[in-house]
């Protein structure tokens, strides 16, 4: 009850002390191609029914039925705009209005499509136990999420393999440690990544060790070294298609 109290609070304040950014970035987006400088899409929700998920468009119209889910640095849907606001996660923060709704949290595992959703385990699915959220511990660790998949020839089988098992993971994590004070931490980590990533990684290892989080899972959170293909909680082998 406290955490809705306070996500509904900053969410508020949040859209009216962003709102001229929005205004104009979205006739900034409206100008490039005449349409709406929204996009909305459905979104699993706590407890696995959807919700009507609002970003500010970052692609050309209709990219959902042109291409992957996942997206790559390099998608040729990016607009130009699209890369500022990508760039500075513009499009995650009208997600606001989700908070505001009650449909997110500010804090909790990052909303994700009906189709990916469809593929979950069943260790996954304890994912669904709380609302989604604007940003979680994976939202730090793979900010650059764009650049990982870049020149992949399937980024949705690249994410299932590369990232997807350690976002999981980061969330399982989150689910099980959850507290406001985590909260906090984790909106102040997301901040530092804009400006200083390598602090804000080592922020969020020192949080994750100091929870007690797996060896491997802090190991993999400072992203000192390659991601390679492994297995999501529940699978014994990575995704092959």
């Excluded at 205004?23 to 709406?36: A, E």
């Excluded at 959902?64 to 390099?74: I, K, P, Q």
């Excluded at 870049?150 to 099980?176: C, E, M, N, Q, T």
Aim: proline share 6%; aromatic share 8%.
């Amino acid at each position: 009850m406290v955490k809705e109290v306070l996500d509904r609070f900053v969410a508020l304040a949040g859209l009216l002390l962003l709102s001229p950014v929005f205004v104009v970035l979205g006739i900034l987006v409206w100008r490039q191609d005449g349409h709406t400088p929204f996009y909305v899409a459905d979104r699993v929700a706590r407890g696995g029914g959807t919700f009507r998920m609002v970003k500010i468009r970052s692609m050309i119209v209709h990219a959902d039925r042109l291409g992957a889910s996942s997206t790559a640095g390099d998608d040729a849907r990016i607009t130009a705009v699209g890369r500022f606001i990508r760039r500075w996660k513009i499009d995650e923060l009208s997600q606001l209005w989700n908070v505001l709704k009650g449909d997110m949290s500010l804090v909790g595992p990052r909303p994700q499509v009906p189709v990916e959703v469809a593929t979950y385990t069943s260790e996954e699915k304890q994912l669904l136990a709380v609302k989604p959220g604007i940003t979680d511990f994976s939202s730090i660790v793979f900010a650059d999420e764009g650049d990982i998949l870049r020149g992949a020839a399937d980024p949705d089988l690249a994410y299932r393999r590369l990232i997807r098992p350690w976002k999981s993971r980061l969330g399982l994590f989150y689910v099980r440690h959850q507290s406001i004070w985590l909260d906090m931490q984790l909106i102040a980590l997301t901040l530092a990544r804009i400006v200083a990533p390598a602090r804000a990684l080592a922020g969020v290892c020192s949080v994750l060790a100091r929870l007690g989080a797996p060896v491997e899972l802090v190991h993999v959170a400072r992203r000192r070294t390659p991601l390679v293909p492994d297995a999501v909680p529940g699978m014994r082998e990575p995704f092959d298609t």
